[in-house]
């Protein structure tokens, strides 16, 4: 980390103004080198801001404010300066190009939180929460987003794991005082912090759907037979013409994805092709496209043609719930204005789980928003405090199995040394989540999922 790194820090294009960051060893003397001010920045005070000149060679770039973090008070643990100047890729671009020509180099994505774990700033656990906290799609993600970021999983996983090496090395102790027969340890108090811990473990796991909802949006796959109205109740929801509507069945080929917001939720909206037997090779993968969006949905709405009775769509709606068992699913009756009097009747006729509208006409949507809401907040609220990654949620699963083969082990009398050994394993993989152990392979898989000065 003898590098001096340099990159963009708010989001390229134009804006009222752009931050550019620099960390490491070299950051104030090769800012001092392009700024003029009223002080020398390499004798500045740290967590101040300047006023002055950036310079490239003689040639003024921007009038700029300059903000000084001396190591180690600083974000990434080094020296970190980070440049204020006009908005617009231009003139950050030029700041970035005159501090690499003076020594700096840009920065890899991610490297500035990187050097911060390095330094022992946060853990990795708080580092996937500051992911978490660009990325989230939802007011209450960015909360508990906050909250791992400020340490509350991180203290809770190493308590765990504390109170785990604990009961290890009572259980190893009392080997070693086997011969007098002397019993330092109490199984049934084992029992159940090992019950408790794999209850931990679990419920932190089950909850990944859910954080996936916080984090990325409630998916809703459009799905249906072709000409059933998907197209339309698309455009209906978010309320502008962005899918092609036809009467010709098989119009839509590909899929279409667009968000919008129902209250707090960000609901991710997916319109798929019609799924039928068909000749037609883009057609085909259309429908190809379609079973692969369901099967990374949360909700499907399964459009039914109102023309046509429920069975109609019956072998469809059991093929997907048998095929994709996670989905919720919601049967819809559409286009039930073209049906005039006999639309009541149908009502009353039908399943009261099943939703009656006409995208067309505006008819029963606001029901279908609110229950959309309702199962989105209800799936997300499976998340109690914590946002649980892909990576964490495998270390968990891996903690659990541990745990299991030790409460076991402890049940069959298996020996003191079998039970201990998976306990301290169930550790080793709660402390591979805050870091406590990691590899470069792992690291790089976490980086780079960050942006360019991060």
Known sequence: MKDTIV??????????????????????????????GKQKISKVPSHTIHYGSFYSKDILL?????????????????????????????????IINTLIA????????????????????????????????????????????????????????????????EIASLLELELDFADEEMEITNPEQIEEKLISAINFC??????????????????????GYPNAGKSTLFNTLLQRKRAIVSEAPGTTRDYIEEPFILGEVTVKLIDTAGIRESDDLIEIEGIKFAESVLEQSD??????????????????????????????????????????????????SNNSKVLHISAK?????????????????????????ILVNQRQALLLKEASSYLQGALFSLKEKLGNEIIAIDIRKS???LGEMTGERWSEDVLNNIFSKFCIGK
Request: proline fraction near 2%.
């Open 7 to 36: 990159a963009l820090a708010t989001a390229p294009g134009i804006s009222s103004i752009a931050v550019v960051r620099l960390s490491g060893a070299e950051a104030l003397q090769i800012i001092e080198r392009c700024f003029s």
């Open 202 to 223: 679990d419920e932190l796991h089950s909850s990944f759907r859910a954080s996936e909802i916080l984090r990325s949006g409630y998916y809703i796959a459009i799905a």
């Open 102 to 165: 003076e020594g700096a180099r840009l920065a890899e994505p991610g490297e500035f939180t990187k050097r911060a774990f390095l330094n022992g700033k946060m853990d990795l656990a708080q580092v996937e929460a500051v992911a978490d906290l660009i990325h989230s799609e939802s007011i209450k993600g960015v909360k508990t987003a906050i909250r791992q970021l400020k340490g509350e999983f991180t203290n809770r996983l190493n308590i765990l794991r504390k109170q785990l090496l």
């Open 361 to 385: 006409k505006k008819i029963g949507i606001e029901d279908l928003k609110k229950t959309i809401q309702r199962e989105a907040i209800s799936s997300s609220d499976r998340v109690s405090d």
């Open 62 to 94: 921007d009038k700029v404010t300059v903000s000084v973090f001396r190591e180690p008070n600083s974000y990434t643990g080094e020296d970190v300066v980070e440049i204020s100047c006009h908005g617009g890729s231009l003139i950050s671009s030029e």
């Open 427 to 429: 550790a080793e993989k």
């Open 299 to 348: 909700m499907a709405l399964i459009i039914n043609d109102a023309s046509k009775s429920l069975e109609y769509s019956d072998n469809l709606l059991k093929a997907l719930q048998n095929k994709f068992p996670h989905l919720n699913t919601i049967l819809i009756q559409n286009k039930i204005d073209l049906l005039g009097e006999n639309a009541n009747d149908l009502i009353q």
